[in-house]
């Protein structure tokens, strides 16, 4: 049958949705396909988007909702499924690649034989680029296919699977499919939850999205405060007047509205097309410029596998994080389905996934929980546990590591799950939000060879879900090498290959071979030595630049790179929408607070260290100043240095129990960040937990040493003033930590923001008497306030009030104060000299201030530190662009 014939047949079929019988006609290259309805009294032919029929005026029946059960097949049968780029076409996959009408699929009767794949009968229309089956060598006109085979549409790659995904309306798939629109309604309304006229299957989406409100002849798309947005046209929409053609997207999920058909199907927007255009990245290095990256440009379809390959620093991190958004180009763009990335990066925040080299995962916690906490944080809000539940078996079930549910997942020094179950455990928490793009750092890497082999087959399969995948490895195996689609070399920023995987990337770099010769099977077989040329050019100081124009040379530029790119004036410019930082939520902040508990309660060493420091200092203050406790004497002379060791102590354990909480997991906060993170939540959900903490560490500390030194100060106030210390200490360290980038850097600086507490605190050298800028730097430190406002709580407790019956004492005191120095200093000072009767005169003098002032002086020191952490953690984002 030649194409024309072809495109110009009708066929007709029973549409059950409507109980009528509808003749589809496709049409001719640029014309619009219609639909129409056969009246069952009349058999004239209507409009399918009309509910009366145009002759007789008999009501035709309304689309009525499909049920769970009904899956596609009874559309199916004799169904022919034409995939191409024009608006017409039941699968419009908009790639340059793609003809108008590319091919078409129809349905094979099944024979009802057990284990029976779906088979279709494959036609090419006369494509310009040619549609190949399984591999590109093999181009077909007309051919059976099954389930199981891959389509090439030119280098387009289409699993013979994936038709079912744009079709099925079946809820047991993850995937959108079509959905008949009850067009008669006023209202339609769009969500996850089964009640919805449009039931949308998809994380991403709320339970309760979006509706389509009938409004005259006008039909307005209104957002119903959805967590991750309506989006038409890559803005997001409140209330939006719709018109033919436009792109609406739900959180992630694309759709295609056809309001002349009344159905709203799953787009190809919905997967992901990443085209990286002229991409140059460069790093300031002391009064130069370095170019990291040069020049890059390649595209990747949905569905493809590609591996990012190269020596040592030759740029493969660079350019994934160059690819996400992470880093800001200097010049060139990032393309996310002809979106520039930059200027739409909100629409696409949840539709990228990207696993970091370093683990995104908290190892004291059981798998279960690590995913559970990642999707509370990244899922609409009104998921229900039951479904995050649900999400995390099928997740878990997907990646074959279910028999690690309730393991803790430990780190490499304390085993827990192994090191291949490890990267599927941090592959599994970006799979929860089911992003169409998945970008991994050497997920490979540190695994056994047949763990690597199980890790890359389980990507090759989610690629073939629909999924883009890019991935940077070292040395893959040939088995590897089969399993990618495509590959891209660089070579110190330079981008030297980007083709097919196998066998030709691997030939590429031995021009000279043939490809069927002894040699290139030697080549084949030993993957080491496919760069060998290049890296040998490298050593012998040959510029890169070379290989990179020798690449553009070449009829894989042409193919893969060239004809790929979307023409600059077929990109679409979309208006500017910077990117919204992610704002705080109560409910981050409490899972935040939750997980954080969660994982000091799980680091028992770790927590127990902590919480007996407490102890452990209130009985060495207890030994050493029990033995001068007691009476009017004790609470002059010695008290006051007891006082002046708990408020150090109190600010020592808010700083060291703070101090590496934020550096020590840069990795995930960068992660989690890039997603939906606000800043303000996860610093407060630091002081929460970590104020806690302090409050049992003051608490312990209080209660002993009141007990065992005769305080006389009313022990809630003391506690309070310890407590506020402690948490200006923990706002300290919070700061410490989110300023350096390594725990051992952090923790190396925790004494140097403590000593000045004990030198300027006030009880080494009264405030007084020190010189005015030593004054002046002694009120930045906390214990020098903490200090003061603990001698005032003794004070107002008469600890220090001097009875008539007790003025006698004062020589006795004098005398004993006098009787601790040493021979020589007794001597030298000759006659007795009274104590100072208070140790506020005595300590602080004319720099004394009022508790009230000390107390709003540490809350201030707090709020502050908080400020500088939120601030400090800010400031690092520089880099990274989000
Ligand atoms: N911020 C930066 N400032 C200066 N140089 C940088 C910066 N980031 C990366 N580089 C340098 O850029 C080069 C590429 O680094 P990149 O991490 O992308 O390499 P890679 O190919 O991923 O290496 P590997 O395979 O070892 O992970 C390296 O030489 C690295 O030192």
Known sequence: MRPTDAWSRASKFWAAEREVWIVKHVLPRDSVAMSLLICSNCESKTPAHEIVCGDCGVPLAAPRKRE?????????????????????????????????HHCRLTKIQPTGELGELERWLLEDLSAANGTFVNDRFERVQSRVVSEEDVL????????????????????????????????????????????NDVLLDDPQVSRRHARLVREADELYLEDLGSANGTFVDGQRVTRHRLEPGQDISFGTCALRLDLERGILQKSYRGDILLQAENLVVEVGEGDHIKRLLDDVSFTVYPTEFVGLLGPSGAGKTTLLMALIGYLRPAFGRTLVNGDDLATNFDRYRNAIGYVPQEDIIHSELTVFEALYYTAKLRLPADTTDAEIFRRIDGVLADLEISQTRDIRIGSPERKGISGGQRKRVNLALELLTEPSLLCLDEPTSGLASEDAANVMGLLRKLANGGRTILLTIHQPSPQVYKMLDNTLYLAAGEQVYYGPAYPDSMLYFHPEIEPDSVEAEEILADPGSCMRPLMEAARAGEPMETFAARYRQSRYFDEFVRERREDPREVKLSKKSPRRPPSFSVRQWWTLSRRYLDIKLKDRVGTAILLVQAPIVAVLLALVFAQESGGLISRLQYAPFALFLLVVAAVWFGCSNAAREIVSEQAIYRRERMVNLSVLAYAASKFTVLGGLCFLQCLMLMTITYFTLDFWGNPLWHL????????????????????????????????????????LGGAIMPVDRMNAPTELASKMAIARWGFEAALHVEHRSDAYEISAAQQPDMVSAAMVSQAMLAPSLQAEMGALTPLPPNPLNRFLGDAETGLSRNLGVLGGFTVIFFGGVCGFLYLRERRWDI
């Open 720 to 759: 309070g003033v310890l407590w506020l210390c402690s948490l200006a200490g923990l706002g300290l360290g919070l700061m410490l930590s989110a300023l350096v980038r390594t725990g051992e850097a952090a923790i190396a600086l925790v004494p140097i923001l403590l000593i000045p507490q004990v030198i």
């Open 68 to 100: 769970k059960s009904e899956a596609i097949d009874e559309r199916a049968q004799g169904l022919s499924v034409v995939i191409g780029r024009g608006f017409d076409c039941d699968i419009i996959l908009d790639a340059r690649q793609i003809s108008r």
């Open 152 to 195: 090439f549409l030119g280098s387009y790659r289409f699993p013979v699977r994936r038709v079912r995904e744009f079709l099925d309306t079946d809820h047991d798939t993850p995937h959108v499919g079509t959905n008949y629109l009850p067009m008669e309604q006023a209202i339609i309304t769009i969500g996850r939850d089964v009640d």
